[in-house]
């Protein structure tokens, strides 16, 4: 699923970010392939807020439909 369609809240893991600035900026921030993530903040028709290891992130919604996610289930995660 893409990155986008998460539901605030929801924990994923990245499967796959685009090659560019995008990438590049990310792992900045230490995500990259594998990494988890949470949806923290959805805006309609704004950007999608991640939170990874206590920082907030936001990736445009152009950019979130590029991004490969793997939603992580409730009963996994514990």
Same mark, same amino acid.
């Given at each position: 699923?893409?990155?986008?369609?998460?539901?605030? *809240?929801?924990?994923?893991?990245?499967?796959?970010?685009?090659?560019?600035?995008?990438?590049?900026?990310?792992?900045?921030?230490? =995500?990259?392939? *594998?990494? &988890?993530?949470?949806?923290?903040?959805?805006?309609?028709?704004?950007?999608?807020?991640? &939170?990874?290891?206590?920082?907030?992130?936001? =990736? *445009?919604?152009?950019?979130? &439909?590029?991004?490969?996610?793997?939603?992580?289930?409730?009963?996994?995660?514990?």
């Amino acid at each position: 699923m893409f990155l986008n369609e998460l539901k605030r *809240g929801q924990d994923a893991v990245v499967e796959h970010i685009p090659e560019g600035p995008l990438r590049h900026q990310l792992m900045r921030f230490g =995500i990259a392939q *594998g990494s &988890r993530i949470t949806c923290y903040v959805k805006l309609p028709f704004g950007p999608v807020v991640l &939170r990874h290891g206590g920082q907030e992130i936001a =990736i *445009g919604k152009a950019l979130a &439909r590029q991004m490969l996610v793997n939603p992580v289930i409730a009963a996994l995660a514990a």
